[in-house]
């Protein structure tokens, strides 16, 4: 997409251990990727946000009954999940969680998470 439409701005979205996989591609991704959001996230397999060597911002959702707060937060020789990126030691922009209940509802109609993702994805 980048190549083809070079004007675009993209934003990455991960969910769950998708978030990961945002996380770990934070360092490599071109400059029209502009914003990286990590929703129910265990972590983005970094510490804080300057460990993901990106430019883009970076935010992050995790409601109080997500069940996914109850991974552990283990790293060992540099491999693990690192810090959930809600955790606001990790540095990134806080999002909304009101009306998501549980670890799949982030994008359900009327969640303050969908609104806010919507309006980070049309900035």
Do not use: C, K, N
Not at 9 to 16: A, K, N, P, Q, Y
Not at 55 to 83: C, F, H, K, N, S
């Amino acid at each position: 997409m980048a190549a083809r439409r070079p004007s675009a701005r993209i934003t990455l979205i991960g969910h769950s251990y998708g978030a990961i996989v945002v996380g770990l591609a934070a360092r490599t991704v071109p400059p029209q990727v502009t914003s990286l959001v990590a929703v129910g996230a265990p972590g983005m397999g970094a510490d804080d946000v300057a460990a993901l060597h990106t430019r883009a911002a970076v935010y992050a959702a995790l409601a109080p009954t997500d069940w996914i707060r109850r991974i552990p937060q283990v790293r060992l020789l540099g491999l693990g999940l690192g810090t959930r990126p809600a955790t606001p030691s990790f540095g990134a922009t806080a999002l909304p969680t009101t009306g998501v209940e549980g670890h799949d509802y982030y994008f359900s109609p009327g969640t303050a998470s969908l609104s806010a993702i919507a309006a980070v994805v049309t900035r």
